[in-house]
Every structure is written in C-alpha cells, then in structure tokens.
C-alpha cells in the first residue's frame, strides 16, 4: 500500500538498526518518535533491540509492521498505548506512590514524614502485597501485540531481560517472544514478583542492558544504529531535595549499562581513526554508524513518578513531544545515515 504520507521526492529508505531505552510510561514519547519516522517512511527497520518499556513499543511495532508496512506499525503503537491506558490507570506500570497523586502538589513528596511511609511501603515485598501475582500490563499486551507475527518476522528483535539468580543478562529473539518475555523485561522487582521462563527469574533488562547494543555488532544487521533514549542524560543543575537525587539517581543507574556500551563503541572506534588496529584486529571490528533522537530536553522536566502515569492526555503530550523531537531529527540528521555518524561518541563518553 501507498504511504500517502511518503514525499514523491524521498530518499530510498535507508536500512537502520533501531535501540529503544526503556522508561515506563515515558516509552509513549518514543511512541510519538517511531510514529513520525513510520510516517515519513524513510527508514527500513531491519533489527530492534530493547528493553523494558522500549520492548514492548518494539514488539509492538514488528507486530504492526507485519500486517500493514508503515501505516500498520503505527496503528499497532497506538493500539498498544490504548490498552496501557485502559489496563490500570497509574498503576499499570507498578506505581507504589498512588496516593501523591490523590494529595497532590510536590510539597508532599518532599516531607520527610512523607519519604519514610514510602520507605515504609518499598519494605514490603510484591510476594506480601501482590499474593496473587496481578499484572494488568499483561492484558495490554496480549491485546496490543500479535506475537505470531513477531515470532515469524524477518524484522530480528532482541530483548534483555535481567536473570536474578545468575545476575547476568539475557537475550531473547523472535522464536522465543511472548508476552511474558515482554513482562519479564519490564519486572521492577519492588513492584513485581520476578517472572519465571525456562525455570529461571528474571527482572528488567534495564539494570544490565537498556537497551543491549551488542546484538547489533553483527555483520549481517545495518551498520547505521538509530538510538531511542528515555532517561535524561545530562542535567544543568545538581539535585538537592530528597525526591530530586532519587530521580536523578534512578536516571543514572539505568543509563550506566548503555554509557559502557556507548564507550567501548567509542573506543573501537577510535582505534580505528587512529590506525592502531593490525590486520587481523581490523577484519574483526567494523565501523558503526550511531544516531540518536535524544530526549533530555523533552523529558527533562518530568520526575521519576511520571513513569507510571498512564493518564492518556499525559500519554498524548508525550507522544507529541516524541514527534516533534522526531520531526527535528528528520530535518537535521536523516542525511547522515549510511555516511558519519550524527552522535560524536569520542567526544561524549571517552
């Protein structure tokens, strides 16, 4: 089918890897970003790797991709955040702060009674206060994602999810997708009891990979990768109030595993530049092409809370942001693809 939205004058679609961070409800401004990229219909997506929330926007988009090209990936993506909204209000990403919401206004969230009763609460486990195990994530997912299709497409997916026990991270592609994968790749273990495949718990893939880079090192994938981003990288001033370091630290944390890989890229690439590979070496390595449309100055006003509200008008104005971030990136950095890298990462992470 015609994309009706396709210039007559656009560039043949250049194949790219897409890398989707995970962020809770904040995954619905990646929504608007893949939404505007699917309409221009510029890209040919051949891989997705992701975690968490970025997983299922990525299941999510396979799935769309399958029945219907372009226009069905993003009925699929609209679809998918739909049945988030309608799956639980706030708490469908696991939010134990339900009652901030209902007293309003930051002060509260700020008071030192306050931050011990949520101390209080995140003492108790999802075993004591979720016995039976409730996840209206699950519902969302199923209705949202054909996982036939993902299973069966062309289109490779890898999505991290983080095994507790062993403490390392793994990998899931197509063959292996379900919706528990998905769910084991969003599990905060605070808020849900760890998710068992193949005899094994897991956790969110964010703690060790958000999102996993490496899958995409192979020779046979797209040496452009298109990064999605949801957690601030850079803030202009240092938190001082109790709730303003807990977000900044959880903004840290989750993008620790991405700054590693972002930093062994850099350095690959650096030997590269600079000839200090021999032979040998330089047959093992290639050269990778990284883009990002980045989020800081879209998300950064939001606190960690906002990752579980699900409110769909709070879902809209992220979705917008994400097109218009994408709308930036289109007009600025689509040249790119296939010729430099638009991300200086010598200059960011080494």
């Known amino acids: 089918m015609r994309n009706p939205f396709r210039r007559p004058d656009a560039p043949a679609r250049a194949p790219v890897c897409l890398a989707l961070q995970g962020g809770g409800a904040h995954g619905a401004f990646q929504w608007g970003v893949l939404d505007r990229l699917l309409e221009a219909d510029v890209l040919d997506i051949r891989a997705v790797t992701a975690s968490s929330a970025g997983a299922m926007n990525g299941a999510a988009l396979i799935s769309g991709l399958a029945a219907d090209g372009p ?3 993003r009925a699929a993506l609209d679809k998918l955040w739909r049945e988030i909204n309608q799956s639980g209000g706030r708490n469908v990403f696991g939010d134990s702060n339900i009652w901030t919401a209902a007293f309003g206004g930051g002060w509260l969230k700020d008071n030192p009674l306050w931050r011990a009763g949520e101390t209080l609460a995140l003492s108790l486990s999802p075993y004591e206060f979720n016995p039976f195990n409730l996840n209206p994530l699950d519902r969302a997912l199923t209705a949202a994602i054909d996982f036939e299709a993902v299973r069966a497409s062309p289109i490779r997916l890898f999505v991290a999810a983080t095994a ?9 592609t197509n ?29 969110d893939g964010g703690y060790l990979a958000n999102p996993p880079l490496w899958p995409l090192f192979s020779g046979d994938l797209p040496k452009d990768i298109l990064l999605l ?4 990288f850079r803030r202009d001033e ?12 959880n903004e840290i944390a989750f993008n620790a595993p991405l700054t590693a890989e972002l930093r062994a890229i850099a350095f690959v690439q650096k030997l590269l530049d600079e000839g200090l590979l021999n032979e040998t070496a330089r047959g093992r390595y290639r050269r990778l092409l990284m883009h990002a449309i980045e989020a800081d100055a879209y998300l950064g006003q939001f606190t960690l809370s906002s990752k579980f509200d699900t409110e769909w008008t709070f879902l809209l104005t992220l979705k917008a942001r994400g097109r218009e971030a994408a709308e930036a990136w289109l007009d600025s950095c689509l040249p790119a693809l296939g010729q430099r890298s638009s991300v200086d990462l010598k200059a960011r992470f080494l």
């Open 71 to 73: 226009e069905g990936g």
């Open 164 to 172: 507790v026990q062993r403490a390392r991270s793994r990998i899931f």
């Open 175 to 203: 063959p292996e997708i379900t919706d528990r994968v998905l769910l084991a790749s969003a599990c905060l273990p605070h808020l849900f009891q760890a998710v068992e495949i193949d005899g094994e718990d897991y956790w």
């Open 229 to 232: 981003p949801l957690n601030p």
């Open 238 to 249: 240092t938190p001082r109030k109790a709730g303003e370091i807990v977000d900044r630290l």
